[in-house]
């Protein structure tokens, strides 16, 4: 502490140019400023400062000690502020961007109801959103994010399977492989953003052959193909989030489960600073304890 409230007092002196000016901001008198500069270039073994009897200046040396010093100064208020802010409840809007097909959403529901000050505002889209231009908290994006302005933290990986109702597998049959799904309703999605169809990620299945299965019904909604595919209507590409309790209660199965592949990861992204306000913090320690726990 001793060192940083003398570089706390050489960085005052040497922004204000003047003993006097500096012991009037730190409400010390000019020979204690005097002294503590003097004791501080004793320390060092170097000369800091330039005095004269209207103004002192900065030496060669000073000039970079004067650099570091406003940068470590800088950093040690930053943490201070951290953890200030950090007894603080979390409150206010969150506003958070999403994919138009997000696994995310009963996780925020649950932290809406862990944190009730918090209020949240999400978008669903598939476009590229510019975090910090356009002035959102927090952003959930599939794939290695790029930016260099954020802040990114993995949270999960994405699994999609295979799923139809054991009524349709009745009359349709069980496929046994990729290529039997050309015989077979297929419900699909389509981005909003790009207008393709989602690819089926399956080992054994050649995307340049995607265009041959079957289109049953297509649409951008994730609800939508998991109510079709309960009403026996054919076979969806769904998260696994979404269907496991589906499966779990006998209303979906899962098909060729050995061949679908582990695509990319889920990152929480945000805008990068020195500390992350108390809401921020909530949802980020949120979302990696409970997708941990997945």
């Avoid at 295979?162 to 046994?176: F, I, K, S, T």
């Avoid at 889920?266 to 990068?272: E, G, M, Q, R």
Wanted: aromatic share 8%; charged share 20%.
């Amino acid at each position: 502490m001793e060192s940083l409230n003398a570089m706390a007092l050489f960085v005052q002196v040497a922004t204000s140019g003047s003993f006097v000016a500096a012991a009037r901001q730190r409400g010390l008198s000019p020979s204690a400023v005097s002294k503590g500069i003097a004791r501080l270039e004793a320390r060092l073994q170097v000369r800091l400062l330039n005095r004269s009897t209207r103004s002192v200046t900065l030496t060669a040396e000073g000039a970079r000690f004067f650099e570091r010093s406003q940068a470590i100064l800088t950093q040690v208020q930053a943490v201070e502020d951290e953890l200030a802010q950090s007894n603080i409840l979390p409150r206010g809007r969150l506003r958070i961007s999403l994919p138009a097909e997000s696994t995310m959403t009963p996780l925020l529901a649950g932290f809406l109801s862990d944190y009730p000050e918090v209020s949240l505002e999400m978008e669903f889209t598939d476009r590229f959103v510019d975090v910090v231009g356009e002035g959102f908290d927090l952003v959930i994006r599939a794939g290695q994010p790029a930016d260099s302005r954020l802040i990114a933290r993995r949270l999960t990986p994405l699994r999609s399977l295979l799923v139809a109702a054991p009524d349709y597998l009745e009359r349709a049959g069980v496929p046994q492989h990729p290529e039997d799904l050309v015989h077979h309703a297929c419900l699909h999605y389509r981005s909003s953003n790009s207008g393709k169809l989602e690819i089926w990620q399956l080992r054994g299945f050649d995307p340049a052959d995607f265009p041959r299965l079957p289109v049953t019904m297509v649409c951008n909604n994730i609800e939508a193909r998991v109510c079709f595919a309960r009403q026996g209507l054919g076979l969806a590409w769904l998260p696994d989030y979404f269907v496991r309790a589906d499966i779990a209660a006998g209303a979906l199965v899962s098909v060729l489960d050995d061949y679908a592949i582990r695509a990319e990861a889920l990152w929480l992204l945000w805008p990068a600073g020195p500390y992350l306000p108390p809401k921020v913090r909530a949802l980020v320690d949120y979302l990696g304890l409970k997708t941990r726990q997945e």
